[in-house]
């Protein structure tokens, strides 16, 4: 907790333009340990001054025992009820404290009402910041928020036992607790945990790590009033505007023009400037800028950001909790082919499939849409490109590379507290910090897709090929690379009753692969399965080097990206052009299935769509509505890019009859020997461009 304070008080200091000391007061801070520990991550020299405030008498005289041997004079320790508002050195302390802090003392507060009005009394109003870490028990029903719901629910036994032993202890954990802490504060972050007590997964104590800012008061008239006079802006919770802006705004239709209804405009792109915004903006382009009115739209569109790029969603829902962890760790479709199709614009709207984000990344790097959105069912793949993403924002090159690039980071737990805490939904941090052991040994082996590294690994060493793996990934040959495979590797790794064994499995397919049935059906349907995988990798090999342009295959062989085999995106120059050109403020990330987030975007706001191979996992019926959404959210001109593991995919005809013009961008001719692009694992790429 008082790192993910730390971490956002540093975030919040940052972007301030204000040198003040923040001041802080620890409630119930008992001997001071808390304020010694937080030494670590935020000097104490640095506040201005700090306040415990403790009813015990003994536990006061060993703090300031503490305090006196550190040298600390900006430390005030004061023994009295958590209610006082008597801070020396402040006539008025309400609304002047920049962070509060209560650890494991809220669930021992008789008044937990009043003390958290106080506390929000006395935070100041729009950057104030409270931490909380204790225990405590949930409702019998799902919380109505998303902001750390993960995890929250505990089960009957836990809810009425850990009540009742604690309580011998004067200690109070009714969920109505922490219900009202949230009902007066804004929730940044939230970690539920258990605490393995003695016996792992019997004995479970609930906690949670909490980070919070205050709500902002009597704004609601000016939001009613903005929202009735000009519908493409709202205001969130926690944020004012002044009364002559107001006015100007009421005054002016400022219509961003992604909220055109105009199929033939330029719908989607986001205005470079307060003058692209229309004539009738120009009034508040000083007050309000261009960034911050396209902000507002889409928090009006698809609610409020719980990061700079994750969308709102609920975690409780069956289609979400489904995924224990992402499917993908890596993403196996070329993004060359893709960006060679679609000639990305500055003023492009995009519509991708997040999978790991290595593309979307790509697609951000060399063509710098306007806005990207990236879709996916599975909560954790967008935490996967959040992390990605927040990386991105907060950390330097060396530190990226090695955990996307060599996958293993020895400090991981440190850096996403410290570093990258503020920018993560509290649904990503939940998932990391619970995960955090990802980095600890090889991050590209963990998910669904690294059982199938896994299982090649454990190939290559029972056959004894370590040696013969490693020269196919560094010869700068391409005719030694092709008879490696050939005569040595083919044979021993992919013999036919292997290959047939494998692709037999549904389970294996879908967990190891991600190919599921319906996929599988249309390459049976088309061919020989045996075939397919020969076809695919016989013309890898004679394509390119796995050395400095088969980054997918090398991947697969080393477990890890190297300096010339890469996605550019992780190389110090893409990954310098992303941070200075925050080519990534287009993202936005959207838990919900495909069809859903279609159906939230206005008649032809998109300009270009890649859809990756879903396609073929679909029936007829469901197919064709994603089709008709599809062609009416792309504009005229649009193109949508798909890959087919069947090289006349039969939904082609559904694109057609909605209006699009289908064509192929590459299509696998069986026994030919000849790739369509750097993966060849699927038989064919098309592009549709809307008529």
């Given at each position: 907790m008082l790192a993910l304070i730390a971490a956002q008080l540093k975030e919040q200091l940052k972007d301030s333009r204000s040198n003040k000391a923040p001041i802080w007061i620890d409630l119930g801070g008992g001997t001071g340990w808390n304020i010694e520990q937080m030494n670590n991550y935020f000097p104490i020299s640095k506040f201005e001054r700090v306040y415990?405030?403790?009813?015990?008498?003994?536990?006061?005289?060993?703090?300031?025992?503490?305090?006196?041997?550190?040298?600390?004079?900006?430390?005030?320790?004061?023994?009295?009820d958590a209610l006082g508002s008597d801070f020396p050195g402040i006539a008025n302390p309400k609304g002047k404290i920049d962070m509060i802090t209560m650890?494991?003392?809220?669930?021992?507060?008789?008044?937990?009402?009043?003390?958290?009005?106080?506390?929000?009394?006395?935070l100041e109003r729009k950057?104030?910041?409270?931490?909380?870490?204790?225990?405590?028990?949930?409702?019998?029903?799902?919380?109505?928020?998303?902001?750390?719901?993960?995890?929250?629910?505990?089960?009957?036994?836990?809810?009425?036992?850990?009540?009742?032993?604690f309580a011998f202890d004067h200690v109070h954990l009714h969920a109505s607790r922490r219900d009202y802490l949230e009902y007066r504060f804004n929730v940044k972050k939230a970690v539920n945990g258990r605490n393995h007590f003695i016996l792992p997964f019997l004995v479970q104590i609930p906690y949670y790590i909490w980070v919070g800012q205050k709500k902002s008061s009597g704004t609601k008239k000016n939001r009613s009033?903005?929202?009735?006079?000009?519908?493409?802006?709202?205001?969130?919770?926690?944020?004012?505007?002044?009364?002559?802006?107001?006015?100007?705004?009421?005054?002016?239709?400022?219509?961003?023009?992604?909220?055109?209804?105009?199929?033939?405009?330029?719908?989607?792109?986001?205005p470079d400037s307060p003058s692209s915004v229309g004539s009738s903006s120009t009034l508040v382009a000083s007050a309000i800028s261009t960034r911050a009115l396209i902000e507002k739209q889409t928090e009006l569109r698809f609610g409020p950001k719980l990061s700079p790029w994750r969308l709102p969603y609920n975690p409780t829902l069956p289609c979400h909790t489904q995924f224990r962890s992402y499917i993908y760790a890596f993403t196996w479709e070329d993004p060359r082919i893709d960006l060679e199709v679609l000639n990305l614009q500055k003023d492009d709207v995009m519509f991708v499939i997040t999978s790991a984000g290595d593309n979307a990344l790509e697609y951000a790097l060399h063509?710098?849409?306007?806005?990207?959105?990236?879709?996916?069912?599975?909560?954790?793949?967008?935490?996967?490109?959040?992390?990605?993403?927040?990386?991105?924002?907060?950390?330097?090159?060396?530190?990226?590379w090695q955990m996307f690039g060599v996958g293993h980071h020895a400090d991981f737990r440190r850096i996403l507290v410290d570093q990258l805490s503020p920018s993560l939904s509290s649904a990503a941090l939940q998932f990391w910090y619970k995960n955090r052991s990802t980095f600890d040994d090889c991050f590209y082996e963990t998910g669904y897709s690294g059982l199938a590294l896994r299982l090649f690994k454990w190939l290559v060493r029972i056959k004894g090929l370590s040696k013969t793996v490693e020269e196919v990934s560094t010869t700068d040959d391409i005719r030694v690379q092709e008879q490696l495979w050939e005569n040595v590797i083919k044979p021993s790794i992919l013999p036919v009753w292997l290959v047939e064994w494998v692709l037999s499995h549904p389970a294996f397919l879908w967990n190891a692969l991600g190919v599921p049935i319906n996929q599988m059906k249309l390459?049976?349907?088309?061919?020989?399965?045996?075939?397919?995988?020969?076809?695919?990798?016989?013309?890898?090999?004679?394509?390119?080097?796995?050395?400095?342009?088969?980054?997918?295959?090398?991947?697969?062989?080393?477990?890890?990206?190297?300096?010339?085999?890469?996605?550019?995106?992780?190389t110090e120059t893409g990954f310098q052009t992303?941070?200075?050109?925050?080519?990534?403020?287009?993202?936005?990330?959207?838990?919900?299935?495909?069809?859903?987030?279609?159906?939230?975007?206005?008649?032809?706001?998109?300009?270009?769509?890649?859809?990756?191979?879903?396609?073929?996992?679909?029936?007829?019926?469901?197919?064709?509505?994603?089709?008709?959404?599809?062609?009416?959210?792309?504009?005229?001109?649009?193109?949508?890019?798909?890959?087919?593991?069947?090289?006349?995919?039969?939904?082609?005809?559904?694109f057609e009859k909605y209006g699009f013009e289908v064509e192929a961008v590459g299509v696998r001719v069986p026994g030919s020997g000849v790739s369509i692009d750097r993966v060849n694992m699927y038989a064919s790429c098309y592009k549709a461009i809307k008529k």
């Open positions: 415990l405030v403790d009813l015990c008498p003994s536990l006061c005289r060993i703090a300031r025992e503490r305090f006196q041997k550190f040298g600390w004079t900006n430390v005030i320790v004061l023994c009295e650890s494991y003392s809220l669930s021992m507060m008789d008044n937990y009402h009043a003390v958290i009005d106080h506390v929000h009394s006395l950057a104030g910041i409270l931490g909380v870490a204790d225990f405590y028990t949930s409702t019998n029903t799902t919380k109505a928020s998303n902001y750390g719901i993960q995890g929250y629910q505990c089960n009957w036994w836990t809810r009425n036992f850990w009540q009742i032993w009033i903005l929202s009735k006079s000009i519908s493409p802006l709202s205001l969130s919770s926690d944020e004012e505007i002044d009364e002559p802006i107001l006015h100007q705004l009421q005054t002016n239709d400022i219509r961003p023009r992604s909220m055109s209804t105009d199929s033939s405009s330029s719908q989607g792109s986001v063509g710098q849409p306007s806005r990207i959105h990236c879709v996916d069912m599975n909560p954790c793949q967008n935490h996967l490109l959040e992390l990605k993403l927040a990386a991105i924002q907060n950390l330097p090159h060396s530190e990226f390459i049976l349907d088309e061919g020989d399965a045996v075939q397919y995988i020969y076809d695919t990798l016989d013309s890898i090999m004679t394509r390119s080097l796995f050395r400095d342009d088969q980054y997918f295959y090398n991947l697969v062989v080393n477990r890890k990206y190297t300096c010339d085999s890469c996605p550019s995106y992780l992303l941070k200075e050109q925050k080519a990534t403020d287009a993202m936005l990330l959207h838990t919900k299935s495909i069809i859903q987030v279609l159906k939230s975007l206005a008649d032809g706001e998109l300009t270009k769509a890649v859809l990756m191979d879903h396609m073929d996992w679909f029936d007829p019926k469901d197919a064709e509505d994603e089709v008709k959404e599809v062609a009416r959210a792309v504009r005229k001109g649009g193109i949508v890019l798909w890959r087919s593991a069947g090289r006349k995919p039969w939904y082609n005809a559904l």
